[in-house]
């Protein structure tokens, strides 16, 4: 088992500067983006003896923590134009 000093859920400026990246982003564009981040992040582990199980696991945090980012910036906009 490989333990992971820092979750990837909760690297929250990373989680921050993608879905930030993401909500700016649209098609083709916005996959590259991505594809380009998780290879990154799947070689960072990588390099550090994480094994494949647990780099999944990983990217799997990760991408649930930026969706959810995505989701409440998306409500923070709606509620923002709700009350203006």
Do not use: K, Y
């Amino acid at each position: 088992m490989t333990i992971v000093q820092f979750p990837a859920d909760r690297r929250t400026s990373d989680i921050r500067r993608c879905s930030e990246a993401l909500a700016n982003l649209h098609g083709e564009e916005a996959n590259r983006f991505w594809r380009q981040e998780m290879a990154g992040f799947a070689a960072r582990l990588r390099a550090q003896g994480v094994e494949d199980t647990e780099i999944s696991h990983q990217a799997a945090l990760f991408m649930n923590a930026v969706q959810m980012e995505l989701q409440a910036a998306f409500a923070a906009q709606e509620e923002a134009g709700a009350l203006g």
